[in-house]
């Protein structure tokens, strides 16, 4: 039987003259997981104690199967609702066995997700943060209402403990509604699919992860300029935080751009290994302020820089899988290098397979295309006793010496100071 959790027009205070925390906020959470999202300070702990009866006085209706929350019992509400909070008090001395007692359930290997049935005879005084922290999940677990709210379950646990923790409430959520406090906005993305989102200043925005998760709606939330990208192996998001542009600004400097300057410049990036990720994001903002045409390569497919590269839409010309970069490769790179006004190379894993890359820039740069290297990056690499690599990483050197750049601002400066091409 589906369960349901209805809210309607939700809206909380500390008081009468103080500011709503949480404002007009209207969702339905059906059988399954939902998480709520959002900066510190927005109301995430707020909404979960007032799903849990802690907090009474709020306006608008919470309904649980059609039946008002406020009218439900105390004790019907202990067998209704399992509730973990952020923050745990242990200032008592008992085990953790007469602890977990509480729930009315035994604890044994079909329940015990965390292994922790060799900390039964141990008191709750004695236990680290994160065994602390199992205990409590596991607690509230064993409890087997069918609702469970947990907020920030994941907090103290090693990584392998989160694993375990998100697989348990996957299977618990087919018949279960479970609503989840998660800081871990990557994380949350890859295991979960409904998303409550609630920003500074009564901002609140609901729905599926696709819904959610884009960088106008995440950047709003958190007053904050980030890009949102996609994880196209494991279906989650990363959110990576860019620079606030204002105006006709860079962005960092804060330098007016003078004119029309910088339109449909073209921008070829030589990098790999996931060295070119923030160099991406920035110029991925550049893009949408000067309309530059980013191109990429070579690159193997499913490199870590081909996935970013390719979720941002730009230009990639890509080689099959751990292969050499073929002769076809190269010259579809060599065009793009020459028809460029600009080449940006970050510094990566250089060896036989991908050496033919820096020979493409440096035939481009001595056409007289410009050339920037990010010398802050991962340092250059050659395979060892392969003179002919070496050789060739020398020439880049030296071709590159006087076109060395610190960090990404000065990248800005470069590309601002050109004139329209």
């Not at 309607?8 to 103080?18: D, F, V």
């Not at 959470?29 to 709520?36: D, K």
């Not at 590159?400 to 000065?410: F, P």
């Amino acid at each position: 039987m589906s369960k349901t959790i209805c809210i309607k027009e939700l809206t909380y205070s500390y008081g009468k003259n103080a500011p709503e925390l949480i404002n007009n906020l209207n969702f339905s959470a059906e059988t399954g997981s939902h998480i709520i999202i959002g900066p510190n300070g927005s109301g995430k702990s707020t909404l979960i104690k007032i799903l849990a009866s802690s907090i009474p006085s709020y306006t608008g209706t919470i309904q649980f199967n059609k039946k008002e929350l406020n009218s439900i019992s105390l004790s019907d509400t202990s067998k209704t609702i399992s509730y973990l909070p952020q923050y745990f008090s242990r200032n008592f001395p008992v085990t953790v066995k007469e602890f977990l007692s509480l729930s009315d359930a035994e604890l044994d290997e079909t329940n015990d997700i965390f292994g922790i049935y060799s900390l039964l005879s141990r008191n709750i005084t004695e236990l680290s943060g994160g065994e602390l922290q199992k205990v409590n999940v596991t607690r509230v677990l064993l409890q087997d209402t069918p609702v469970i709210l947990l907020d920030e379950p994941n907090t103290h646990l090693d990584i392998t403990s989160q694993f375990l923790l998100f697989e348990t409430i996957k299977k618990l959520e087919k018949t279960k509604v479970i609503i989840i406090v998660l800081h871990d906005l990557q994380m949350a993305s890859r295991y979960f699919n409904n998303f409550i989102l609630i920003g500074k200043y009564g901002f609140n925005r609901t729905g599926k992860k696709t819904d959610v998760f884009n960088s106008a709606v995440i950047s709003e939330a958190f007053h904050s300029c980030v890009n949102v990208v996609a994880d196209p192996v494991w279906g989650g998001y990363y959110v990576q935080p860019v620079n606030q542009y204002s105006g006709t600004t860079d962005g960092i400097s804060g330098k007016s751009i003078p004119g029309k300057n910088n339109t449909g410049l073209k921008i070829h990036v030589v990098t790999g290994g996931g060295a070119g990720t923030e160099v991406f994001t920035e110029l991925k903002n550049l893009e949408n302020i000067y309309s530059l045409k980013i191109s990429v390569g070579v690159i193997n497919k499913f490199d870590t820089d081909w996935f970013i590269a390719k979720e941002y839409g730009y230009s990639v010309i890509c080689e099959k899988p751990y292969s050499e970069i073929t002769e076809t490769a190269f010259k579809e790179n060599i065009e793009s290098l020459n028809n460029s006004d600009l080449i940006i190379y970050i510094p990566h894993f250089i060896g036989k397979g991908n050496v033919s890359n820096v020979t493409g820039v440096i035939e481009a740069v001595k056409k007289n295309i410009s050339l920037i290297v990010i010398k802050n990056n991962t340092v250059i690499e050659y395979i060892e006793n392969d003179k002919e690599t070496e050789n060739i990483l020398f020439q880049l050197k030296q071709l590159g010496k006087d076109c060395e750049k610190d960090n990404l601002e000065e990248i800005i400066g470069e590309i601002s100071s050109m004139d329209d091409i």
